[in-house]
């Protein structure tokens, strides 16, 4: 399933340090469709409903005394591509990242996707270049603990996909414009170009949107554990909301596009 998206913090966290406001605050809720469409050789397919993805930011939390902003995302699956694959799908992650810079605190995975129920938990710890992963087997009875290490040499500022998509939105858009972040999948890490591609209309349940095309891409090897290429629409206007996404993986595409937005 795609691992695919604000009230005042303070006055802080609502100016970018060129002094801009920030296009987003604690409270914003973006919901989104998903749809798949199949890859090539399965041409005889329809694109076809999938289910529904929300993402939620929000305030007043707290890791280790200092502020965080928490990240909330559900997955859950419907329609006929649920009815297709015969699988259900209910994932929550819940984020905590740092409200100055996106650096990610720590991330927090309920997968639940078919007879696969894992517990995930990724902490970082950016003073000994480390991260923390553990995760736990539902599936089973007793759980079993599968994981539960350290990774070393872990660079000091990680972020999220979600807390990736945040921080791009503090960027400068233009055509051609080019960024560099490092990603975090469980304990994967990626180093991932984002790229300012071109404006474009898109159409979505919740209307039409002049957006940016922003292409997210893994400098080597694939974006997320099994591969796969993210590219998200965001508003041609100073909030730059995403109204849609495509993550292209192993069979075929998940595309998300815009429902309902909540600031």
């Not at 928490?70 to 799908?89: C, P, Q």
């Not at 929550?92 to 991330?107: A, G, I, N, Q, S």
């Not at 759980?143 to 972020?159: A, F, G, L, M, S």
């Not at 796969?228 to 965001?234: E, F, H, N, Y």
Request: proline share 5%; aromatic share 10%; with cysteine.
């Amino acid at each position: 399933m795609i691992c695919v998206f604000f009230l005042v913090l303070d006055a802080a966290a609502q100016v970018r340090a060129d002094g801009k406001a920030r296009p987003f605050s604690p409270g914003e809720n973006v919901v989104f469709d998903l749809d798949w469409k199949p890859p090539w050789y399965l041409f005889f397919l329809p694109q076809m409903s999938a289910g529904e993805a929300e993402v939620t930011l929000s305030d007043g939390a707290e890791y280790m005394d200092r502020k965080a902003l928490k990240i909330t995302f559900s997955a859950r699956s419907s329609g006929t591509f649920a009815k297709l694959v015969g699988m259900k799908v209910d994932d929550k992650w819940e984020m905590l990242t740092d409200p100055d810079t996106f650096c990610t605190f720590r991330t927090f995975k309920q997968e639940r996707e078919g007879k696969r129920k894992r517990d995930i938990e990724v902490i970082y710890l950016p003073q000994t270049r480390q991260l923390h992963i553990r995760e736990l087997d539902l599936a089973i009875s007793p759980p079993k603990v599968r994981r539960d290490e350290d990774r070393n040499d872990i660079p000091e500022c990680v972020h999220d996909l979600f807390s990736a998509v945040y921080a791009t939105r503090l960027r400068d858009f233009f055509p051609g414009a080019k960024y560099r972040s490092i990603l975090g999948d469980n304990d994967k890490i990626k180093d991932i170009e984002i790229r300012v591609d071109k404006s474009e209309n898109v159409q979505t349940p919740a209307g039409a949107f002049k957006a940016w095309r922003v292409d997210t891409v893994a400098i080597v090897g694939g974006l997320f554990k099994q591969g796969g290429q993210l590219r998200v629409w965001l508003t041609a206007d100073e909030k730059k909301v995403p109204v849609q996404l495509e993550v292209k993986v192993p069979l075929g595409t998940v595309v998300g596009k815009l429902k309902s937005v909540r600031y």
